[in-house]
Structures are given as structure tokens and as C-alpha cells.
């Protein structure tokens, strides 16, 4: 099959320059008509870790599905800390986890919203609880 050259501007293929083979041996070029042959199929959503505290625990693990979020619901009447973490082998050690190399996922507050997305099969998330005083209601879930 020839060479499709690249047209301006620069660095961008003419609209049927991807092609993959076909069954016969040639190829087929992408369009509108003929797309890429993609499957996607979602992986299944564990059980969210859920439950209650009025003292100081470490909670999980939630093993995620890979490449959805994470979310986390915190609520109740409480005052301490919520602190996400993550392990990589079996719970042995768990890891405040970070981003840009400062803390993240510290909660000192109700919240609910998306904390993570893992990529790693092995990795699972973990809630460490510091509780001073009051009931702590938590949710970990995709």
C-alpha cells in the first residue's frame, strides 16, 4: 500500500489515512461508514465499602475497577480526619496517597465526590479514620 503523505498544516493525516487489514489481506481505510473495530466493555463495579465509626480505625480494602472513579461519601456529625490510602500489596503497607507530591484525599469534612481512578490491578484503597469526637458514615464506591 503506498504512502499517504501528511498535508497541512503539519502534522495532520488527510481524514482516510488510518487503515487496518481486512480478512481478504488488504486494507480498509477509517470512515464515517467503516470505523475503527472498538470494543469497550466497562469492567463491573465492586461492592462499595460502606459502614460507620465513632473511633479511630483504618477501613477497606476496596479493590477498584480500573479506569473508572472512585468515589467517596463522608457524613455524620464528627470531627477529626479522613485519610485516603493505597496499597499495593495485599494491605502490608498502606499509603497516604498523594498528588504533586503533597498530601491528598485528607478530609476534615462531610464530602462526596470523586477522590481516585486507579490504573494498577494490584491496588487497593483503604480509609484511615482519626476520630476525636462523634459518628463518621463513609462510602467508598464506583
Do not use: H
Request: glycine letters at 12%; a negative charge.
Amino acid at each position: 500500500m503506498p504512502s499517504i503523505p501528511l498535508v497541512s498544516p503539519a502534522g495532520y493525516a488527510p481524514k482516510f489515512a488510518i487503515a487496518f487489514g481486512n480478512s481478504t489481506g488488504g486494507a480498509d481505510t477509517v470512515q464515517p461508514d467503516n470505523p475503527l473495530p472498538v470494543t469497550f466493555t466497562p469492567a463491573t463495579a465492586p461492592a462499595a465499602l460502606t459502614g460507620s465509626t465513632s473511633v479511630s480505625t483504618t477501613v477497606g480494602p476496596f479493590a477498584p475497577a480500573a479506569g473508572r472513579p472512585v468515589f467517596l461519601v463522608l457524613s455524620g456529625s464528627w470531627t477529626g480526619q479522613a485519610q485516603l490510602l493505597r496499597s499495593i500489596d495485599g494491605g502490608v503497607t498502606k499509603l497516604p496517597v498523594t498528588a504533586g507530591g503533597l498530601a491528598y484525599g485528607a478530609y476534615t469534612q462531610n464530602v462526596c465526590e470523586p477522590v481516585w481512578e486507579e490504573a494498577e490491578a494490584a491496588a487497593t484503597l483503604y480509609l484511615g479514620v482519626t476520630l476525636t469526637s462523634g459518628n463518621l458514615t463513609y462510602r467508598m464506591g464506583q
